[in-house]
């Protein structure tokens, strides 16, 4: 399996490790501001959107009437997804912009806790309006969802504060070690083929450790079980900057559009795109990703399903 040269991507590889380079500088430096979760359990909200609600389509039946049902992850993994202090209420970034999205489109919000291997099921099956997962826009995707973006995000490798590995962004770099990774991602699908190629080559082949919970993966890469954790870049800065124990070392070789996602066809994608265009307009929602220090992953506009990652 063999990963096509998308010239997009490679012009924008150099730009996203020299901005995690000065965002992780900044971040360190204001940690007790931005990582202050019990301040992020207050909602922010945003007015309704005549021109976004205007955009839903005639007829459009929403899962539950009056409500907008988004499928968003049960993991705790900060700062796209974890429990309040009430240790019920879902909040991070994701639930954030989920909540604007229905505030803009005039409708209560309703979040639906589930697996990222239910996701696209899910959608499918017509359990959810949309899905917020940290979901990359990929070509292959696009033949089943339509997308409008709201943030642009670097999957990232972080190893422990003290290893001795001080860099991985090459195939190279990962031949012979042990690298958490979640099954079904972008993440995985690289690492996979960077073991591919360097098989070819005659180097030792990666050893992937598949861990869907997130405080599973930190255990086991803190304890040595684990050389490296490969997954998205927001997550592996946010612990870097709230406990200290990580590092970044790379990033992977693509810039990815994450989207909110819906079924394909139904119509939806441009009033969601409008309603995220009015927050991005109005403030709310450069607030959300102040606080969840996502502030380099902030997009200008949103786009309905832009050009994805090609395999």
Known sequence: MMIKANPLWQCSLLAASLTSVIWLSSVTATAAEKLDVLKNETPINAPANPDAIGKIPAGFHFIEPGYLTVATSATNSPPLALLASDNKTRIGSDPDIARLLADSLGLKLRLVPASWED??????????????????????RKKKFDFATYRSDNHAFSVKANSPIAAINSPKD???????????????????????QNREKG???????????????TLSLLSGRADAMFGPHSIAAWKVASRGQTKLVGNGPFRAWVAVTTKKGNGLAPALQTALDGTIAGGQYQQVLQRW???????????????GIVY
Not at 123 to 136: E, K, L, Q, T, W
Not at 293 to 307: F, L
Request: aromatic share 6%; net charge negative; charged share 20%.
């Open 203 to 217: 180097l030792a082949p990666v050893e992937p450790i598949y861990l869907t919970d997130d405080a599973s993966a």
């Open 293 to 307: 220090g996502e502030q380099d992953e902030a997009i200008a506009h949103s786009t309905v399903n832009p050009q």
């Open 119 to 140: 996701w696209p099921l899910g959608i499918a099956a017509g359990r959810y309006d949309v899905a917020m997962f940290n979901i990359a826009v990929t070509e292959e």
């Open 174 to 196: 990962v031949a012979g070690k042990r690298i958490i990774v979640a099954s079904g991602t972008n993440q995985e699908r690289i690492l996979l083929s960077w073991d591919q």
